[in-house]
């Protein structure tokens, strides 16, 4: 009658050695953190989001800031340089959508 207690509890240790394995792996995968943008980069940054909120206050269509507030970013950072702007809470990371 302990053998199916037996194995339980076997199953319940070895569960909890997993777990604490993929914590380990993904713990270990942590980027390093970004060093913090200069002085210009934080003006340039600042100026390309107060254009960003001139546009959302126009009646330009939110896409249309969206494309805009991206091709400042790319000009300014690459285009691997802005990760938010695919990101946005609104966004769930979608690409711009194109126009028909």
């Known amino acids: 009658m302990n053998a199916p207690r ?3 509890v076997s199953r319940a240790l070895i569960a909890t050695i997993l777990l604490g394995a993929l914590a380990t792996a993904f713990a270990a995968e942590t980027p390093p953190p970004a060093s913090a943008p200069s002085k210009e980069m934080r003006e340039k940054m600042a ?3 107060e254009k960003m909120a001139a546009c959302l206050r126009s009646e330009r269509e939110f896409s249309d800031c969206r494309r805009q507030m991206h091709q400042t970013c790319t000009e300014m950072m690459g ?18 959508r194109r126009q028909q």
């Open 79 to 96: 285009e691997q340089g802005c990760p938010m702007m695919g990101m946005g809470m609104g966004m769930r990371g979608m690409p711009p």
């Open 6 to 8: 037996c194995f339980a």
């Open 47 to 49: 100026t390309a989001h």
